[in-house]
């Protein structure tokens, strides 16, 4: 999956190596104060976020089995971890499961609020003369709840905003917002009538990027691409800071496009990760929590 990603990355730089290094700060004050400064004059932010921006919202992270398993206990008992249970199989195997768990997820996302750093971030970025872009792995459209234009986000991994056909009828990705699925909490199975294709009335699935996924239409997603890159290229030569937020490394491929693109394109990373703080020597770290990080920095500008 994240190969498939990184091939898209932006046709604005071509470069492909790539090395991860420490620069980790002890302290966390005076990376705080060379943040806030580099946010404060830069032309444009690009914004980088994985499932750790959403914890501060209140949404699972999913780490490990164990975390997966004390928010969903029916899937401990079927044996079932979130690798499993997000693999594309299930909507032709068992669609109640694939609609349990995508059913669940999806009515979590829309009853959860978007955390006060994201509006910090989008105050952030309406305020670079060049603007902002969004460069998330998170399906939860929690970004353009916050206000940011869908124009000016990626959803690497694809959005809950669409939906898609699974026989493939031709009918593409389809708003997925009139959808609602009722779940029996016991089994965490979906209750029928499933979600069905407006077109051909087959199954539909949501729009996301699943684990040996070779159906997902990406026709989204790489439009939302196309956007980046075009608008990487109109801030070539600008002073670009890239802010990334909870972005780990179980599936770095956040991480890696923040990386790629300070080194290709210039600019400097602020990493804001409680865990897995580590960034390219030169950039800045700050190891702790999206929302916390967001706040120190807004504090200083
Ligand atoms: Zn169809």
Partial sequence: MEQRQNERVGSVCSDISFSTHSGYYPMIEEPV????????????????????????????DFRGPQGFWSAYPPYERMGLDFVSLANPRWFAE??????????????LYRRTNPHEGFDILRRWASRRPLGGFVFTSNVDGHFQRAGFSTERVVEVHGSFAGMQCIRDCGIGIFPGAPIEVAIEPTTMKAIRPLPA???????????????????????RADLQHRNMAQWLESVAGARLVVVECGAGQAIPTVRINSERTVRLCGGTLIRINPREADVPRGHISLPVGALAGLRLLDGRL
Avoid at 40 to 60: C, E, F, K, N
Avoid at 197 to 212: D, K, S, T, Y
């Fill in 94 to 107: 068992d669609p109640e499961l694939a609609w349990g768990f995508y059913g669940h997820r999806m009515g």
């Fill in 33 to 60: 104060e060379k943040a806030a400064q580099l946010i404060s004059r830069a032309d444009a932010l690009l914004i980088g976020a994985g499932a750790g921006m959403g914890v501060d919202s209140g949404l699972p």
């Fill in 197 to 219: 294709c407006p077109e051909c009335g087959a199954l539909a699935r949501p729009n996301i990027l699943m684990f040996n996924d070779w159906g997902w239409d990406s026709e």
